[in-house]
């Protein structure tokens, strides 16, 4: 990874990085996902898909997932 990228989402499940980026990409935020699971070891001990964008995006990006996450806890109420 390039200096200067930041880790703003992590999952064992990737699809969920998978949304977070698109929907960061959405909103002009460019964004990558880091596979960090071995799938050897996946049933045993899940690595993690993380999401990363510059720094000079994090807090935007952390805003837009942590409205996009309470929007999913809403909709399961």
């Not at 200096?3 to 999952?11: A, E, N, P």
């Not at 977070?20 to 964004?31: S, T, V």
């Not at 690595?47 to 964008?53: A, F, I, L, R």
Request: charged share 25%; proline share 1%.
């Amino acid at each position: 990874m390039e200096k200067d990228w930041v880790k703003v989402f992590g999952s064992n499940i990737s699809f969920e990085a998978e949304i977070i980026k698109g929907m960061l990409l959405e909103n002009e935020i460019d964004a990558v996902v880091v596979n960090r699971q071995d799938s050897s070891f996946v049933q045993m001990l899940p690595g993690m898909d993380e999401v990363y964008v510059h720094n000079s995006n994090e807090a935007k990006a952390k805003e837009l997932i942590a409205a996009s996450q309470e929007g999913k806890m809403e909709n399961n109420l």
